[in-house]
């Protein structure tokens, strides 16, 4: 028996984990990492599944090739040929704009999956870049980009420290804090109660952070930013406002939001006048306070104005960049994503809907658009890497659908899934255990400074490609390089260029060293192991890939620290309170609000066993409370003459789902979880428990303008008995 040390990679929390193993290397029990400096032990049901996931007999673990309606395995060598002659045969025929390139949630949790996405995107030069991130987190990074010039430059509740958190749109104790990494949430919530502290949660539905909190409001779903605003509104008007960094803009914001006071905000949000004014006392009162707001205040109509305004918010408390208030991370890796450069987008468009470029990529919303309109520059081909948007992007049936018209897709992923099936070329990476691990993104939103190194468990076998050597691979397909060169040259040739970007940045510390330099202090492994060796050597705590690996249980690296003035780098060099793209989606908002609001509303909802659409085949984590069913508050359920099951209809489709009546979530709002859909599944387990789409109800033509994101809360929807 041996005991592995592992970080978990399937949600943001990044547990340690210690891994058994008999002799043949199956696991034989997950257990959380008591001696992990971050973590302390904790584990969650889906970090305890993970010898599962790791060892679902329903992983591929050979190339797939379809010919027809049938599927084949096939070589490694056969299969990379057979991406060649798609991708080549697309960009000779049409040009390099008609292939499209989607990189979905797990590759923000993957080595790989990092460190070759810059490389594939300039290999390909189309601009038809997609990802996962306009499906979940862009308004954060737009908001943040507009205040402070840096779009990574997202701050996290600092909640070992804070007297006040206000929740709004997110559900911590499930979630375990996205885009805000902290491991063991619901014991750091008690913590901050038991010390005096205030816990208060806005929600449409009472989660299971709004029943351990100290006081909750149900809020119509999708005015968030109107409660917001009021709450501006009254720190503006009562003088409460202590701001003590350097901001613009500050006489501007308080013209902007002189009409939404708490009494206009109660009409709209549905949350109390008195209640609102109060909040925003509270939070000017409170020793320190957070204002903290996530999925749920993302994926709505007006997603980045609801972000701003969190920060706006932890601004003019004085709360933002010190301890107790929300502070940023310093990673232990060179931060090569910051550019020292003030914020830039629409350097294109999309053809079809002229959405502008946000980060370098368009919105997922309109990837259908771009592959159905006949025309110049028309998307003829996909790569799509660890992303099922047939159930997780808006109008999910409508991108089978279009999938289903491409020329060639290739699908690195290693599941047939809603998705995949519709792919020409499957690559399955290793199992989990079969890769190194870093979490380069997740570092970024810690709420200590923190790093973990996690070294492959297992060995790869002979027929099969490290997830690096894959992505090579379609990177020198991508670039048109022939197959025989090897796929070590893009580990090169990306080393070379990750350093050459860091000798660039301003005030790096490599800056002015030339390449050769730099290249002679890499020793090491190869490949993304090689690359991360360098970015911690040159990172701010002049660490190494070899001190990481002595230190398995991860290494604490102390409390945050302010530090926002090296990360402001707006054109004024001020925090910018309104900018104009923001201030100018105000009309938008506006003309909303002066609008019917809908019988009924759609929402989401977080479970604590599921995550996205690719943990239902694990048999420990389905059935129970982690089960796809209709939320119906019981007052609706008798005005609707509902019985056990429903028919929810939209303007993008409708499903018949079971019906749960539970007073957890307001009347006139109903809740699908999002991730289900799995009917005639090659999956043998979610295929038992398949539950509806919830993406056959949202609709791809809405977004949030000023960051392309798709709404999947706040929908409007009818809902009525289902009789056969």
């Known amino acids: 028996m041996t005991t592995a040390h592992r970080t978990c990679p399937i949600c943001d929390a990044v547990c340690g984990l210690k891994i058994d193993l008999d002799p043949a290397g199956r696991v034989t029990k997950v257990r959380g990492d008591s001696d992990d400096p971050f973590t302390a032990g904790y584990i969650c049901p889906k970090g305890a599944s993970l010898g599962q996931l790791d060892e679902d007999p329903d992983r591929l ?52 999956g990092f460190l070759y996405r810059v490389p594939l995107i300039q290999s390909l030069a189309t601009k ?133 006071s708490p009494a206009a905000a109660e009409l709209l949000c549905g949350v109390p006048a008195a209640d609102i004014a109060r909040l925003a006392r509270e939070l000017a009162a409170a020793p320190t306070a957070v204002v903290y707001s996530r999925m749920g205040g993302s994926v709505v109509e007006f997603g980045t104005i609801t972000q701003w305004l969190v920060d706006v918010i932890n601004i003019l408390t004085g709360n933002l960049d010190r301890p107790g208030g929300p502070m940023f991370t310093r990673t232990a890796a060179l931060e090569v994503f910051r550019t020292g450069q003030p914020f830039e987008y629409g350097r294109w468009h999309s053809r079809v809907k002229g959405f502008p470029e946000v980060l370098g990529e368009l919105p997922t919303a309109t990837l259908p658009d771009e592959i159905e309109t006949p025309g110049e520059g028309q998307v003829r081909a996909l790569i799509n890497i660890a992303a099922n948007q047939v159930v997780a992007a808006p109008n999910g049936p409508r991108f089978g659908r279009a999938f289903d018209s491409l020329d060639f897709m290739v699908c690195v992923d290693p599941y047939l899934t809603e998705t ?28 200590r400074n923190y790093t973990r190194y996690s070294p492959a468990v297992l060995p790869l076998e002979a027929d099969q490609r490290s997830e690096a050597e894959i992505l090579a691979r379609l990177t020198l397909i991508a670039g048109g390089a022939p197959l025989q060169v090897p796929a070590s ?19 790096s510390p490599v800056e002015g060293m030339d390449v050769a330099t730099l290249r002679a202090t890499i020793e090491g492994d190869d490949g993304p192991e090689q690359i991360l060796d360098t970015l911690l050597k040159f990172g701010p705590y002049g660490l190494s890939l070899a001190k990481l690996k002595e230190k398995p249980n991860g290494i604490d690296l102390g409390p945050l620290e302010p530090r926002l003035k090296e990360l402001v780098c707006t054109p004024s060099g001020k925090i910018e309170l309104t900018p104009e793209p923001i201030v100018a ?58 019985g056990d099951r429903a028919i929810v209809r939209s303007s993008a489709g409708e499903v018949v789902v079971d019906v749960e009546p539970t007073d957890t979530i307001m009347p006139g709002v109903v809740s699908l979880p999002h991730g289900w859909g799995h009917a005639g599944s ?42 056969l």
């Open 489 to 507: 040259a893009v580990d090169e040739g990306f080393i070379e260029q990750l350093l050459t970007g860091a000798t660039q940045m301003p005030g």
């Open 128 to 260: 038809n870049v997609y990802s996962s991130g306009t499906i979940d987190h862009m308004p954060k990074h737009v908001a943040c980009a507009h205040l402070y010039g840096d779009p990574f430059a997202i701050a996290v509740p600092d909640i070992d420290r804070t007297d006040y958190l206000l929740v709004l749109g997110a559900n911590p104790m499930e979630s375990h804090g996205s885009l805000f990494c902290a491991p063991d949430m619901p014991a750091r919530l008690r913590a901050l109660r038991e010390r005096g502290g205030k816990l208060v949660v806005v929600d449409p539905r009472r989660t299971r952070t709004a029943k351990n909190c100290d006081e909750h409001f149900f809020v119509r779903p999708g005015t968030d930013s109107v409660l917001l605003l009021g709450i501006v509104h009254t720190l503006l008007q009562e003088n409460l406002a202590e701001v003590s960094l350097d901001v613009a803009g500050l006489d501007e914001l308080r013209a902007l939001t002189e009409e939404f």
């Open 585 to 642: 989606d105000f009309a938008r908002l506006r003309a909303r609000l002066a609008a019917p609001v809908p019988e009924m509303l759609l929402i989401g909802r977080r479970q604590l066993r599921s995550n996205n659409s690719w943990l239902h085949n694990v048999p420990s984590l389905v059935g129970g409370s982690n089960r796809c069913t209709l939320h119906v508050n019981p007052a609706d359920v008798s005005r609707l003459g509902l």
């Open 420 to 447: 995949t099936r519709r792919a020409h070329v499957i690559l399955p990476p290793p199992r989990i255990l079969q890769m190194p691990h870093y979490d380069f993104l997740m570092q970024i939103v810690m709420v």
């Open 682 to 723: 090659s999956q043998r387990v979610a295929a038992q428990h398949p539950g509806v789409n919830a993406n056959a109800l949202t609709d791809e033509l809405v977004v949030d303008v000023p960051s392309g994101n798709a709404v999947f809360n706040g929908v409007p929807v009818t809902v009525g008995p289902y009789t």
């Open 61 to 112: 673990r050979h190339p797939m090739i379809r010919e027809g309606d049938e599927w084949r395995e096939a070589s490694w060598e056969e299969a990379f040929e057979a991406v060649e002659r798609g991708i080549a045969g697309v960009i000779e025929k049409y040009g390099r704009d008609a292939v499209a390139v989607y990189f979905g949630n797990p590759t923000y949790h993957t080595m790989a």
